[in-house]
């Protein structure tokens, strides 16, 4: 096969990949137009019917190192093979739960474990098949979270709407699974020995690392960090987006379009700032990207029309959408190919953690004080301290001295 040939084969892989961020972040984000009707439908309290979302995050956290950790191993296939079918099932048996905890265990663990399986390992893939575009080729994985906004939601608001909540519950979870699966058979290895693996070894680290010395290092510490505080300060604005809209007396398939039209710019975001990062570096754009998120989500106390709703979405989803790969970019740039997917991994489990934060806590704002501003002070502030976790990331300093430290 020609050179030609595996660069554009690589481009496929990025392409199946954003399919399945888009299809499985889509999903299992979708619960914030669900909440409303299943909460009236039901009679199930906010913060309850949050807390499938809070499990979410929990679990697709723990499930990233794991995931990451097996594709590291087995190969990146038969890990989105097995979370595309437990996202489907996780979706169909959450349509036919009778109680709270029985819709938390299907639509919260089952979920969150498949969604586990998509973002790491294909954003790691997708690093070792694209070498002079990278950045651009992990934000076009992490697009997929962009456009689900505008594709998944919607639907979903239009099913409900023209039926109820659990048939389009399980008509979105037999779609996942007519796109997901086919698409697992075009995701292949990078290929060693090609101009691709030697151009991704030439730009690797001077050390080979272990995980274990990785997980142990201050980069990855403040990496870690850093994810973890962007996503609790996003988490929560992004899943409450449609309910405060609808709280402001905006309509409710109205207020979708706000979640959908950021998540519109998060795609634009992802883009954006994936461009910006291969000419100026991932860090500083990393830092600005996380200052004006932290600024938009203190404009959600200002904040009551249509309009404002709309100009708000925009900014808000080039910030929190645009640094999300950059994480990928970062890890890639210190740790290498090898065991990215178990490093990003475990860089995506803490922000799992943080994601896990918002949905329930905003539940719970609302439930004990029948609005959102203290969710968006708590956020605003949070946010504030991700700016202050990220610029305290270190340079790179030799591989021999972070051993060293590692070891110590």
């Known amino acids: 096969m020609s050179k030609a040939g595996r660069f554009d084969y690589g481009w496929v892989v990025v392409g199946a990949g954003a399919l399945m961020t888009c299809v499985g972040f889509g999903t299992m984000l979708s619960l914030a137009v669900f909440l409303q009707p299943i909460s009236d439908a039901m009679g199930w309290s906010h913060a309850g019917v949050s807390a499938a979302a809070t499990l979410d995050f929990l679990f697709m956290g723990f499930a990233a ?21 437990l996202l489907g099932l996780g979706l169909v048996t959450a349509s036919q739960a009778q109680s709270l905890w029985q819709f938390q265990l299907c639509f919260g663990v089952l979920i969150g474990i498949a969604a586990g399986s998509f973002y790491a390992p294909m954003m790691a893939l997708a690093s070792a098949w694209i070498e002079k575009h990278r950045s651009l080729a992990v934000a076009l994985v992490s697009a997929g979270m962009g456009v689900s906004p505008v594709t998944v939601a919607p639907t979903a608001s239009w099913l409900i709407t023209a039926y109820d909540w659990r048939i389009a519950m399980f008509v979105i979870g037999i779609a996942s699974w007519a796109l997901l699966i086919p698409a697992c058979f075009l995701v292949r290895p990078a290929p060693r020995g090609s101009e691709v693996a030697n151009a991704a070894a030439a730009s690797a680290p001077e050390t080979e690392w272990t ?45 979708v379009t706000v979640y959908s039209l950021a998540g519109f710019s998060g795609l634009g975001g992802r883009l954006l700032l994936g461009v910006l990062a291969d000419r100026l570096g991932a860090k500083p754009v990393l830092v600005g990207g996380l200052l004006v998120q932290a600024l938009a989500i203190a404009t959600y106390l200002a904040v009551a029309r249509l309009g404002e709703f709309y100009a708000l979405s925009v900014v808000f989803g080039l910030a929190y959408g645009g640094v999300m790969p950059l994480y990928a970019v970062l890890v890639r740039e210190f740790f290498g190919a090898r065991i ?18 918002g949905p329930w806590a905003g539940g719970y704002v609302y439930d004990t004080f029948h609005g959102y501003t203290w969710l968006h002070a708590g956020s605003f502030a949070i946010g504030l301290a991700a700016v202050a976790v990220a610029l305290s990331f270190p340079s790179r300093r030799r591989p021999s001295l972070d051993l060293g430290r590692a070891a110590a």
Do not use: E, K, N
């Open 65 to 85: 190192f794991a995931w990451g950790a097996l594709s590291d191993r087995f190969g990146t296939r038969i890990v989105v093979l097995a979370g595309s079918v």
């Open 211 to 255: 995980a274990a010395q990785a997980l142990r290092t201050p980069q990855f510490v403040a990496l870690a960090g850093a994810h973890f505080a962007c996503c609790a300060a996003h988490s929560g604005p992004i899943f409450h987006m449609v309910s405060y809209a609808m709280v402001c007396g905006i309509a409710p398939l109205t207020a």
């Open 340 to 357: 990215m997917g178990t490093v990003f991994g475990a860089v995506s489990a803490f922000a799992s953690l943080g994601m896990a934060l």
